[in-house]
């Protein structure tokens, strides 16, 4: 089965088909694209928790060191965003960065990380995939050799990556705050960050699952309300501030209120660029998914703020990033970067956000959502994940090119997206996005109403018309 590389590197069953051989072979590959398009020859490689995860990136140490690169390797776990960040810090051509994220614990995965320290774009992926197809001759050099040569030293940017996040918050209005904080890095590569962080500001920091478990407590390393029930049961325990979570590479962020109530991320996203705005007076475009909440849309139109709306996948925001100066790029599924730092999602700068977003306003953040939807409008969205047979799969999608309704919902549409599936947006501002998965069969459905009995029957409506 030929080695594809999806929304976000190439993911895989361990000891199925992410094996040592196709690791090695994915290095070759990576380590030909670079041979062919920069004169550099130093690489990061980063790993998270996940069962032989050291031992992946071990191997594919052997095969860049064997195509003439200084490999820059360290001596433990790294989360994905601050192997992006070293890539910046020590120059590098890129990074291997080998994690199946929030994906169950039978997986393991590796995505390259471009110069660029963001997400690899499909031209870029599409290259590495083509050398792969060719089935590269792979060059090694044993480990230890490659140690003694220095062709495969230590790193350690957990420091520098510290200093620079502390220059992106307001570390004396967190101090001010004395906040409670239970952090829960639910056993991956964050452990010792965050809660790190959070202490040298003042907080009074509990911590949850911090120590490696490639099996992830028996639970998903997702951020998910299902998955912080204990975190939230903690937070009303400690009498806590907030409960803030990481997924499994540390990328993704889970926010809990002191109440214990779960923020979804567009919440958290809403919830931010407000604080950013209003109370760190930045002003530039933002960036958002097609699949994620208006209320950006709204607070940056109240602004005089550009929305830039890209499909699904944080390589498209991160690009944004890049090139238009956004302020924020965001995406429902728990992924945040802001201006001034790398272009990859980061769980680790959208905790501290969340924690000086709620320095500042001073009181619970499920407040504070409450008043920015009386000034803005509220709206409620809803993600729903529906299986489909492979021919149910091909008929949707033929069915989605040409389904052009007036009204959905009882309302008129105003405008029809096809930049990544079918988005339908109502003249009431509701909307309805159907798009198929890209390594599942399913479709998700999108839905963002003005009140849940509305979001409801558009769910039922979209339903009924695909038959799904």
Known sequence: MPIKFGTDGWRAITADEFTFFHVRQVAQAVADYLLETTSNRQVVIGYDHRFLAEHFASAAAEVLAGNGFTVLFPPQALPTPVTAYAIKTYGAAGALMFTASHNPPEYNGVKFIPAYAGPATPDITGAIEKRLGESPAVRRKELAAARQEGLVRSLD????????????????????????????????????????????????????????????????????????????????????????????????????????????????????????????????????????????????????????????????????????????????????????????????????????????????????????????????????????????????????TSFEPEELGGHPVAGRSTVDGLKVVLADGSWALLRPSGTEPLFRLYVEASSKEKLRRLQEEIREAFKI
């Open 157 to 400: 940017p957990r420091e520098t990556y510290f200093d620079h996040l502390l220059s992106l918050v307001d570390g004396s209005s967190i101090r001010q705050a004395g906040l409670k904080v239970v952090v829960d890095p639910l056993y991956g590569a964050g452990i010792g960050y965050l809660e790190t962080l959070l202490a040298s500001l003042g907080c009074e920091v509990k911590v949850l699952h911090n120590w490696r478990d490639p099996l992830f407590g028996g639970k998903l390393p997702d951020p998910s309300a299902a998955v912080l029930e204990e975190l939230a049961a903690r937070v009303k325990e400690e009498g806590a501030h907030l409960g803030l979570a990481l997924d499994g590479d540390a990328d993704r962020f889970g926010v809990v209120d002191a109440d214990g109530s779960y923020l979804t991320a567009n919440q958290v996203l809403f919830l931010v660029l407000a604080h950013l705005v209003e109370g760190k007076g930045l002003r530039g475009p933002v960036a958002r998914t097609v699949a994620t909440t208006h209320l950006l849309d709204r607070l940056a139109g109240a602004y005089g703020l550009r929305v830039e709306e890209t499909p699904v996948g944080f390589k498209y925001i991160g690009q944004a990033l890049l090139h238009k100066g956004c302020i924020l790029g965001g995406e429902e599924s728990g992924g945040l970067s802001i201006r001034g730092h790398i272009p990859e999602k980061d769980g680790i700068l959208a905790a501290l956000l969340v924690a000086e977003a709620r320095a500042r306003y001073g009181r619970p953040l499920k407040e504070v959502m409450s008043e920015l939807m009386e000034r803005y409008g509220p709206l409620f969205s809803e993600r729903l994940d529906l299986p489909v047979t492979p021919s149910a799969k091909e008929r949707v999608l033929k069915e989605l």
